[in-house]
């Protein structure tokens, strides 16, 4: 059964401070990596990692995806209120057949950011 | 764009009651996908559609859902007889792909059911 494995489940900072989530998974077949951002409502797509070692950037979010020691980190720099939220990790698998692949996401990183 | 729509956005219901949910996907999307978040089980993807067509069903829980899509515009899922095990909030999401699915998916407000 592939697992998505996301820690810390709960992370309080400051804003200005730096926070590095994490995501490990353990999947048949990889074949890509996403990231979403759930605030109230409904989840935002963030990042879709592919390839090891490249770092996706999107102001003051990146992430990297580790493909060998099968886990990726999303880092925030200079965090905002704005950037409370649950953070999401999810995983695509399968063989490269239209149809096979499946999605599992993980339970997510509570992140909260106090002024 | 108004975006992904769903309805009701919230539902109470009884033990029993047959429950119908809806989405309109964003126009021009051919992916439609069916979500179920709960505290315990975090996001969970029951079903997922391309062109209109079922591609997997393998996370709809048991036989009591159902889902459909009959056009481009529209889906429905369907929980008879409903349970209070299935009080979750349900997402709709769509996106576009050309060949292989593409993830990068928009997601509707949801639709948070209470079965007492």
């Known amino acids: 059964e592939d697992k998505v494995v996301q820690s810390p489940l709960s992370l309080v900072v400051h804003e200005g401070d730096t926070v590095t989530l994490n995501c490990s998974y353990e999947v048949t077949n990889f074949r890509s990596l996403l990231w979403y951002k759930q605030e109230k409502k409904a989840p935002t797509f963030l990042f879709m990692l592919?390839?090891?070692?490249i770092e996706k950037k999107s102001g003051r979010l990146s992430s990297i995806l580790d493909k060998k020691e099968l886990f990726s980190i999303l880092n925030i720099t200079a965090t905002q209120t704005g950037d409370s939220a649950i953070y999401l990790c999810a995983v695509v698998a399968g063989v490269s057949n239209f149809g096979n692949e499946k999605l599992t996401f993980g339970t997510g990183t509570r992140l909260t950011i106090i002024p | 764009d108004a975006g992904v729509i769903q309805s009701p956005r919230h539902e109470v219901t009884e033990m029993g009651q047959e429950v119908t949910l809806r989405c309109k996907p964003i126009?021009?999307?051919?992916?439609l996908f069916w979500y179920r978040q709960t505290m315990m089980r975090g996001l969970e993807l029951l079903i997922y559609?391309?062109?209109?067509?079922?591609?997997?069903d393998s996370g709809m829980p048991e036989d009591r859902f159902s889902a459909k899509m009959p056009n481009a515009s529209f889906s429905t899922l369907k929980i008879q007889p409903s349970e209070p095990r299935d009080s979750a909030v349900y997402f709709c999401?769509?996106?576009?792909?050309?060949?292989?699915?593409?993830?990068?998916?928009?997601f509707g407000p949801g639709t948070r059911l209470t079965v007492t």
């Open positions: 126009s021009g999307h051919n992916s």
């Open positions: 592919t390839s090891s070692g």
């Open positions: 559609f391309n062109n209109n067509v079922p591609i997997d």
């Open positions: 999401a769509s996106s576009f792909t050309a060949g292989l699915i593409s993830y990068e998916q928009y």
